[in-house]
T-cell receptor, first 108, second 116 residues
Framework: KNEVEQSPQNLTAQEGEFITINCSYS?????LHWLQQHPGGGIVSLFM???GKKKHGRLIATINIQEKHSSLHITASHPRDSAVYIC??????????FGTGTLLAVQP | EAGVAQSPRYKIIEKRQSVAFWCNPISGHATLYWYQQILGQGPKLLIQFQNNGVVDDSQLPKDRFSAERLKGVDSTLKIQPAKLEDSAVYLC??????????????FGPGTRLTVL
């Protein structure tokens, strides 16, 4: 059983919609990373958070330590947001445990 | 600031051949990671270096895979001999070391390996 569970696996949205991707993780993970990967492209780190909330442009990431749950939100979604979004849990050694990814398609 | 550099970007070889990948991390990043990402799956850590020492190589298939980071800066990952199932994207990442704390990892563009 993966220690990082992500949902949904696939998500299709219309341009402008508010999008939420969820991630649950197990004990031993002290930081949660949100990563973005475009088809055929490299991985870009979006956020790393251990508590609270972070915002960058139209992207917002939140984490609830007690519930071991994190969410990535995209406001006013755009077709260029189409990508795979991956959550990954990290601990003291910084070894990442990856979720299975969410394939997001934003249609114009 | 320059990002993580990797080469080559693409490589096609036949099974049983050898191949090597190169990675240059962000300047000052003491921690370097090699990941294997098979199509449709998340990345899998192969090896993690702290300077020129190995922190974790528990998932590295040591009968055919090797990696080194002799001077604690750039690194090479070698596969010898390659198998069909080694077809994947090989990602290099680096991060600043923070003892006991998680830090952000920065990824290179990856090397796409196809084994025929």
């Amino acid at each position: 059983k993966n220690e990082v569970e992500q949902s949904p696996q696939n998500l299709t949205a219309q341009e402008g919609e508010f999008i939420t991707i969820n991630c649950s993780y197990s004990v031993g993970i002290s930081a949660l990373h949100w990563l973005q990967q475009h088809p055929g492209g490299g991985i870009v780190s979006l956020f790393m958070l251990s508590s609270g909330k972070k915002k960058h442009g139209r992207l917002i990431a939140t984490i609830n330590i007690q519930e071991k749950h994190s969410s990535l939100h995209i406001t006013a979604s755009h077709p260029r947001d189409s990508a795979v979004y991956i959550c990954a849990g990290g601990g003291a050694t910084n070894k990442l445990i990856f979720g299975t990814g969410t394939l997001l398609a934003v249609q114009p | 600031e320059a990002g993580v550099a990797q080469s080559p970007r693409y490589k096609i070889i036949e099974k049983r051949q050898s191949v090597a990948f190169w990675c240059n991390p962000i300047s000052g990043h003491a921690t370097l990671y090699w990941y294997q990402q098979i199509l449709g799956q998340g990345p899998k850590l192969l090896i993690q270096f702290q300077n020129n020492g190995v922190v974790d190589d528990s998932q590295l298939p040591k009968d055919r895979f090797s990696a080194e980071r002799l001077k604690g800066v750039d690194s090479t990952l070698k596969i010898q001999p390659a198998k069909l199932e080694d077809s994947a994207v090989y990602l290099c990442a680096s991060s600043l070391p923070q003892r006991g704390l998680a830090t952000e990892q920065f990824f290179g563009p990856g090397t796409r390996l196809t084994v025929l």
